[in-house]
């Protein structure tokens, strides 16, 4: 989808629909959620390509690696916090599948919440130590050193987050597209008449300021 026009209110142009003479805008409560959905099919999306991507005892830096993984804890869990849209529930979701799923669900949210985005936990360590010198040095001391170490990533810890991620994205999906039908078919039921006279959608652009602030009343 791309957009036009002026920066307040641009056009939208949806490509793969020759046939299409307009496109409406719907704002029901059950197009709020399937916006919702799609949000979190994007994040879920976006965070198994980097999962994809990650190569695991490369000889290189890993800081490709790292940056990778971090977006896609981010990305994942993004689906599970406070925001502006529902929130997934992962009781829910993993209702009915091996205790197991629950557990690794909690492991990786407790590895981005107290490692990755805030320091509280043991996966993150600093040593600080004095280099000494040969005793008939000139100093004693070389220098004063900071040691951070850190949590390596595993062939493990990724495989067992990757089959996370595609069991919620297949579950969001599989909603996705249960909603969808239902208001096609409420949609259906209306005159075309009707259809037709609703108004265009309408892409705001966000302005810089809009930075601090929540999403304006009516977008997704």
Do not use: W
């Given at each position: 989808?791309?957009?036009?026009?002026?920066?307040?209110?641009?056009?939208?142009?949806?490509?793969?629909?020759?046939?299409?003479?307009?496109?409406?805008?719907?704002?029901?409560?059950?197009?709020?959620?399937?916006?919702?959905?799609?949000?979190?099919?994007?994040?879920?999306?976006?965070?198994?390509?980097?999962?994809?991507?990650?190569?695991?005892?490369?000889?290189?830096?890993?800081?490709i690696q790292k940056a990778l993984w971090r977006s896609a804890l981010v990305s994942f869990f993004k689906?599970?916090?406070?925001?502006?849209?529902?929130?997934?529930?992962?009781?829910?979701?993993?209702?009915?599948?091996?205790?197991?799923?629950?557990?690794?669900?909690?492991?990786?949210?407790?590895?981005?919440?107290?490692?990755?985005?805030?320091?509280?936990?043991?996966?993150?360590?600093?040593?600080?130590?004095?280099?000494?010198?040969?005793?008939?040095?000139?100093?004693?001391?070389?220098?004063?050193?900071?040691?951070?170490?850190?949590?390596?990533?595993?062939?493990?810890?990724?495989?067992?987050?990757?089959?996370?991620?595609?069991?919620?994205?297949?579950?969001?999906?599989?909603?996705?597209?249960?909603?969808?039908?239902?208001?096609?078919?409420?949609?259906?039921?209306?005159?075309?008449?009707?259809?037709?006279?609703?108004?265009?959608?309408?892409?705001?652009?966000?302005?810089?300021?809009?930075?601090?602030?929540?999403?304006?009343?009516?977008?997704?």
């Open positions: 989808m791309t957009t036009s026009g002026s920066h307040k209110q641009p056009s939208i142009h949806l490509p793969g629909f020759p046939n299409a003479v307009k496109l409406v805008d719907i704002r029901t409560p059950k197009a709020k959620r399937l916006a919702d959905l799609a949000l979190h099919q994007e994040d879920l999306r976006f965070a198994l390509e980097c999962l994809g991507l990650i190569t695991i005892n490369v000889s290189e830096s890993n800081l689906c599970f916090g406070n925001g502006d849209r529902f929130q997934l529930s992962p009781q829910k979701l993993l209702k009915g599948e091996p205790s197991e799923a629950m557990k690794s669900f909690n492991y990786f949210k407790s590895l981005r919440n107290k490692h990755v985005v805030h320091d509280e936990n043991s996966y993150t360590q600093t040593v600080c130590g004095a280099v000494l010198n040969p005793e008939f040095s000139e100093t004693k001391v070389d220098r004063v050193i900071a040691l951070c170490m850190d949590m390596h990533l595993d062939q493990t810890h990724l495989s067992s987050f990757i089959t996370l991620v595609k069991f919620i994205l297949d579950s969001v999906s599989k909603e996705f597209d249960a909603l969808e039908l239902s208001i096609r078919g409420e949609l259906e039921s209306e005159s075309y008449s009707t259809l037709i006279s609703l108004p265009a959608p309408i892409y705001h652009a966000p302005m810089a300021d809009e930075v601090h602030v929540h999403k304006r009343p009516g977008t997704a």
